[in-house]
C-alpha cells in the first residue's frame, strides 16, 4: 500500500483530495489576488483581446471573461507548486469547485480533457525523488507519467506509461527520478535537464466507477535552499501568464487551419499532446437547425474520447451536459464503430454531443494505447446535415434514446462527475 504522512490523504474514496492539493489551492488563490498577479492578469486580459475581438463571434466573446479567468488561474495554479526542493502533488486543468473548505476558480484551457485528472510534481535535473502510487479499486483506464520542461506542460522530454511499469497485486508502485539511467529499472525515468515537472495523466472510460491513482511524492536527497518564498511563487505565476499566452493561442489556432472536418488522425507528440496518442480535430460553426454526423472506429484503442470546447479551446461545462464521451459512455453502430451527432437541439441519439447554445465548437477525438497490432490504424470522417435529415444519413444501428432516459443519462453524469471533488 502508498505510504505517506498520516492524514495525508482527506478522503478514503477520492485521492485528490488530500493535504497538498487543499494547500496548494489555497496558496494559490493568495496569490491570484495579489496586486502584482492581478496586473499581469488584467495585461493578459488586454493581450487576449487584441487578438481575438474582431476574430470571435458574440456567443463566443461573451465568455472572455471567464476564458481569461481561466487561463490566468491555471497560470497561476501551475506557478503554486514549482519548488522542486519541496515536491507535492496537484491537480490542475479542471473546472472551480467548492470543497477542501474553499471555493477554486476554474482551470480549463488547452483542450483539457474532462475525462482525466491531470497532475503535476515540480522535478529538477540533479534531484533525486521517489513517486509512491496506488492504483484503486477500478483503476483508471491509462495513466502516463511524463517528464516536460515547460509551464504549459506541452515539451516532452521522457514519457513512461504506466502499463510498461512493474505495479504490484494489491495496486500499488514506486516511481523512481534521477539523473541515473534506467538500465532495465521499469519503474525509472531519468531527469533531463531543464525538466520543470512530472505530468501525470490518470485517463478514465468510466466515471461511474473509477478513480485516479493516489499518489504521494518526497525528494530523497537533501534540499538545496529554503522553500520560495510567496513573492518568488508570483513572479512565477506573473511569468506564465504573459508568456503562456503564445502557446495558448497557438493550439487554438490548430483548430481553424482547415475546413469545417474532422482532420486526419495524426500523433499528438508532435504539438505537445501525449505521445502516445492518436488524435483528429474539427472546428464547425452550425445553424440551429443542422448538425455534425462524425463517425470513428475503435482502432483497438485501450482509451477513447470525444470532446467539445467553446472557441477558447475550454472544455464546454461538464457536468450538467453531454458535451464528452469515453469508450465506456459511447454506444456503438452496427458495424461496431461508433457515431457521434453534434448539434444545438437535441437529436433524441445516444451519442450526441451538446453545443451548449453555442453556434461553434472545437472538437477534439483522442485514441490511447493500441495493445491490438491487427486492429487496422485509427480512421474518422465528418459531415454537416441538416437535423431534419439525420434519419437518412445516420448509418444503421445508431442507438437513440428518449427524453427520461437523456434525463437518466445527464443524472447518471452529475452524480459521476461530483465523485471527482468528494471530501468524505
Request: proline share 7%.
Amino acid at each position: 500500500m502508498i505510504s505517506a504522512p498520516a492524514g495525508y490523504f482527506l478522503s478514503a474514496s477520492n485521492p485528490i483530495a488530500n493535504v497538498d492539493q487543499r494547500d496548494l489551492e489555497r496558496l494559490a488563490m493568495r496569490l491570484f489576488d495579489r496586486a502584482d498577479v492581478r496586473a499581469a492578469r488584467d495585461k493578459a486580459a488586454i493581450m487576449w483581446r487584441r487578438v481575438a475581438d474582431r476574430l470571435m463571434p458574440p456567443d463566443q466573446m461573451a465568455l472572455f471573461d471567464d476564458h481569461v479567468s481561466d487561463y490566468c488561474f491555471k497560470s497561476t495554479l501551475v506557478a503554486s507548486n514549482t519548488d522542486a526542493n519541496y515536491p507535492r502533488v496537484l491537480r490542475v486543468y479542471s473546472e472551480g469547485a467548492e470543497w477542501l473548505g474553499h471555493k477554486t476558480p476554474g482551470a480549463k484551457w488547452g483542450g483539457d480533457n474532462p475525462n482525466n485528472a491531470y497532475r503535476i510534481v515540480p522535478i529538477a535535473a540533479g534531484g533525486r525523488y521517489e513517486v509512491a502510487g496506488q492504483r484503486q479499486a477500478a483503476p483508471s483506464t491509462y495513466v502516463t507519467f511524463q517528464l516536460v520542461g515547460n509551464s504549459t506542460t506541452s515539451a516532452t522530454l521522457a514519457s513512461l506509461e504506466q502499463l510498461d511499469m512493474d505495479v504490484t497485486a494489491d495496486g500499488s508502485y514506486r516511481l523512481t527520478l534521477d539523473g541515473t539511467p534506467a538500465d532495465g529499472r521499469r519503474n525509472h525515468m531519468t531527469i533531463p535537464e531543464g525538466t520543470l515537472y512530472l505530468f501525470i495523466r490518470d485517463s478514465m472510460t468510466d466515471w461511474e466507477n473509477q478513480s485516479p491513482d493516489a499518489l504521494h511524492v518526497r525528494r530523497l536527497d537533501p534540499p538545496l535552499r529554503d522553500p520560495l518564498t510567496e513573492d518568488e511563487l508570483a513572479a512565477t505565476a506573473i511569468r506564465n501568464i504573459l508568456s503562456d499566452i503564445f502557446y495558448a493561442y497557438y493550439a487554438q489556432r490548430l483548430f481553424f487551419n482547415g475546413p469545417q472536418m474532422m482532420t486526419p488522425p495524426e500523433g499528438a507528440g508532435s504539438v505537445g499532446g501525449l505521445v502516445t496518442q492518436q488524435g483528429s480535430l474539427g472546428h464547425f460553426t452550425l445553424k440551429e437547425d443542422e448538425a455534425v454526423v462524425i463517425t470513428a472506429n475503435a482502432a483497438g484503442a485501450t482509451y477513447r474520447d470525444i470532446v467539445l470546447h467553446d472557441l477558447w479551446l475550454r472544455s464546454l461545462p461538464n457536468r450538467n451536459n453531454q458535451i464528452s464521451l469515453t469508450n465506456a459512455q459511447m454506444a456503438p453502430d452496427a458495424d461496431g464503430r461508433f457515431t457521434y451527432v453534434i448539434s444545438i437541439a437535441d437529436p433524441g441519439v445516444h451519442n450526441w454531443l451538446d453545443m451548449c447554445d453555442l453556434h461553434d465548437v472545437l472538437v477534439l477525438h483522442r485514441w490511447q494505447g493500441f495493445p491490438d497490432p491487427q486492429a487496422g490504424p485509427p480512421s474518422i470522417e465528418s459531415r454537416k446535415v441538416k437535423l431534419s435529415e439525420l434519419d437518412v444519413v445516420l448509418p444503421p444501428g445508431v442507438v437513440r434514446v428518449t427524453p427520461e432516459e437523456r434525463s437518466l443519462q445527464i443524472a447518471r453524469r452529475q452524480a459521476a462527475y461530483d465523485r471527482r471533488f468528494a471530501v468524505d
